[in-house]
């Protein structure tokens, strides 16, 4: 109980201190949004570990990583100084599919991720200080003892044992996008508590790059390029890269919703719990929904 | 022979039925001047049902005195609508969702998750709305039982169907909606039960009132659904809450409800076990 307290405690201190930063006066109050289809803070493109509806599939179609959910603004303060707020929740499943014969998928892992956020934006700079709390989860026919293999369909599989896997995480990134083409963002993750154990915090970069719209059959078009690096996240010294290639589809250039068609390559150790000490390399192609 | 008869007869009736739906609209429409393509519009064609608890959606939901929690993710992304004329849409979209079930809040332990994905068409005229998808559905196991697997689970739960919804929806208070579905005619089952299934539920609406300068409405859903399985099941969920929305216009909203289920397990590793049954709190989120 004591140990919640502190957390709690310490969760809101950090919160005060971010939001401290940024104080404004009660007059510069200007509109209140409840339920806005916009972010302040726009989800990251290319960490594995930003909600959102994706799919990606590995060339030779016998692995699929699905990701479920995304971020939600609860509500949004707009400054008349051009600051704006946002308080907002967060939620994401991601499952590890494998296809182990034509049409026939099994589940690896299973990943549930939820929490909160406090988002800010003024120019072209914005922040997100979020709270995570999650769990990872070994899929049911890889049970049996650690290392048995077995075989299915033409294919050997290895069992694993299951380990308790729970985290809870404070991230703060902050993102810098002088002009549309050219986004570049930074920053830290810490873990409140962590089961297995592993080092405290974790470094976070990337960039996103974006090409001018061009229209093919009355659809706004442009390129992208996103890149995400996290180093020590879980294991120390180990780099975890994500890069993505390719398209951003959008009914009109201001749209809030958009198609990402993108060959992503994925360098690194695994970012699924109950894989997280295993190293992961992965080419593949993606399909992601925004927002 | 008996399999093979069956499958024939859901192929046909499914054939049926989409050859009912779509007569309607063989003939050419009044008027193309209003013709229109758009690609991901923000809302879904077809609203998805919110009492129908395998229905893609963001929720969590506490249940039996918090001994279980379910979390659900996912939803619904139209890709392409057409206006064929101007009083007749269409929409093509993919769904996708899971659905966990954990021991408690902490989410330590997992006891099964569900997870489907699928594909749809959707057309709407007027206060009428039809939804024709195709759906895998799969059920797995969660570490909870790595150790104790549980004698009353199914084996394997892994199937694709078709199924159809009418909804009508003649008011922003009351919408109606009723369906049905199959196996596809591919799949091998058991010819004793068919797993076709039906459903049917309502939606209602208070009139809108205004809470901090926002859109609220008390609302309540029902939704049945019978299948041909285990002899028969029925299952149902009530739903009465308060329904929150920055923008009245808009889809997007926060719900919280009391939730009352009552039938075989939803969840398809146990979908042969009776007498589940659950009045909680769920908070919803309709993106």
């Not at chain 1, 083409?181 to 470094?203: H, S």
């Not at chain 1, 992208?224 to 120390?236: E, H, R």
């Not at chain 2, 859903?221 to 808009?250: M, V």
Request: proline share 5%.
């Amino acid at each position: 109980m004591r140990q919640k307290m502190r957390k709690l405690l310490k969760l809101i201190l950090t919160l005060l201190l971010f939001s401290s930063l940024f104080q404004t006066s009660p007059a510069q109050a200007e509109q209140w949004t409840f339920l806005s289809p916009s972010h302040v803070f726009a989800p990251l493109l290319a960490d594995p570990r930003e909600p959102n509806n994706s799919l990606e599939i590995s060339p030779d179609t016998t692995r699929y990583d699905l990701s479920l959910g995304g971020t939600l603004d609860l509500f949004q303060l707009k400054l008349s100084d051009g600051n704006q707020w946002a308080v907002g929740i967060l939620g994401a499943g991601y499952l590890k599919i494998i296809r182990y014969a034509w049409a026939s998928w099994r589940l690896e892992d299973s990943d549930l991720w939820y929490g909160f956020y406090l988002s800010q934006s003024s120019g072209p700079f914005s922040n997100r200080l979020e709270y995570e709390h999650g769990s990872s989860h070994l899929g049911d026919w890889l049970f049996g003892p650690a290392g048995a293999q077995f075989s299915q369909y033409d294919q050997t599989f290895t069992d694993q044992q299951a380990f308790p896997y729970l985290r809870d995480l404070i991230q703060y990134t902050a993102s810098y996008q002088p002009f549309d083409a050219l986004r570049l963002y930074g920053g830290l993750g810490y873990w409140l508590y962590a089961t297995p154990t592993v080092q405290l915090c974790y470094i976070h970069l990337g960039a996103e790059l974006y090409s001018n719209y061009f229209t093919v059959i009355g659809v706004s078009v442009r390129g992208i390029f996103a890149y995400d690096l996290k180093i020590g996240d879980q294991v120390a010294g180990i780099a975890d890269q994500n890069f993505q290639l390719g398209f951003q589809l959008k009914s009109t250039p201001e749209s809030l919703s958009a198609l990402n068609l993108t060959l992503d390559y994925y360098n690194g150790n695994s970012e699924y719990g109950q894989f997280y000490n295993q190293s992961d390399n992965r080419f593949g192609f993606g399909i992601a929904f925004l927002p | 022979m008996e399999l093979n008869f069956t499958r024939l007869k859901h192929a046909t009736l499914l054939l049926i039925f989409f050859l009912l739906i779509s007569a309607g609209y063989l003939a050419p429409p009044s008027s193309f001047a209003d013709e229109t393509w758009s690609i991901l519009p923000l809302e879904p064609l077809f609203a998805p049902l919110i009492g129908n608890f395998k229905e893609p959606s963001v929720s969590v939901i506490p249940v039996d005195n918090n001994q279980n929690f379910e979390a659900n993710v996912g939803g619904t992304a139209e890709l392409i609508r057409w206006k064929s004329a101007s009083d007749m849409e269409w929409g093509v979209g993919v769904f996708g969702g899971a659905f966990f079930l954990f021991q408690d809040p902490s989410l330590s332990q997992l006891k099964v998750i569900d997870w489907t994905s699928g594909f749809y068409v959707s057309e709407k005229t007027g206060p009428f709305c039809f939804r024709a998808e195709f759906k895998d559905e799969k059920s797995d196991l969660g570490d909870e039982y790595e150790y104790t697997p549980p004698a009353n689970a199914l084996d394997f739960y892994d199937w694709h169907n078709n199924n159809l919804t009418v909804s009508f929806n003649p008011t922003d208070q009351f919408r109606a909606f009723a369906g049905g579905g199959a196996k596809v005619f591919w799949e091998l089952y058991d010819p004793s039960e068919s797993l076709a299934f039906a459903f049917c539920g309502a939606e209602l609406y208070s009139s809108p009132f205004s809470i901090l300068n926002d859109s609220c409405r008390v609302y309540g859903t029902y939704y049945i659904k019978y299948q041909d399985q285990a002899g028969g099941t029925f299952d149902q969920e009530i739903q009465l809450g308060l329904q929150w929305k920055g923008d009245a216009t808009k889809r997007r909203a926060l719900r919280l409800a009391a939730v009352y289920y009552n039938g075989y397990s939803p969840y398809g590793r146990f979908s042969d076990q009776p007498n589940d049954q659950y009045l909680s709190i769920g908070l919803f989120i309709d993106p």
